[in-house]
Nanobody
Framework: QVQLVESGGGLVQTGGSLRLSCAAS????????MGWFRQAPGKEREFVATVSRSGTQIIYADSVKGRFTISRDNVKNTVFLQMSSVKFEDTAVYYC????????????????????WGQGTQVTVSS
């Protein structure tokens, strides 16, 4: 199973930018669809973005579309989430997730589809 470690979280002002990284080990992410989820205090974990094995299929939650960008670097075995124009409501713990698949275009948005998770990184947006 792939192991995932997120980094890059922190405190950012409204309208600012932040780049999250998810470093994988144990297996190559080229065998996986990769996703980002987040969980705010008192709320359920929610989907943010996913990128297929091929890198050609990308889906975003409506709440982040046009502001966040997910990307993958299979050579570095790392997935990124570029956050721009952040809002107060983006405050949450952000989790990286992976699902091993033979489908090059698989892009699930349900957390139950993902088998591997990182420990999370806190993002706090100050208003």
């Amino acid at each position: 199973q792939v192991q995932l470690v997120e980094s890059g979280g922190g405190l950012v002002q409204t309208g600012g930018s932040l780049r999250l990284s998810c470093a994988a080990s144990g297996r190559t992410i080229s065998e996986h669809t990769m996703g980002w989820f987040r969980q705010a205090p008192g709320k359920e974990r929610e989907f943010v973005a996913t990128v297929s094995r091929s890198g050609t299929q990308i889906i975003y939650a409506d709440s982040v579309k046009g502001r966040f960008t997910i990307s993958r670097d299979n050579v570095k075995n790392t997935v990124f989430l570029q956050m721009s124009s952040v809002k107060f409501e983006d405050t949450a713990v952000y989790y990286c997730a992976a699902v091993r698949t033979t489908n090059w275009y698989y892009t699930p948005q349900s957390s139950s589809e993902y088998g591997s998770w990182g420990q999370g990184t806190q993002v706090t947006v100050s208003s």
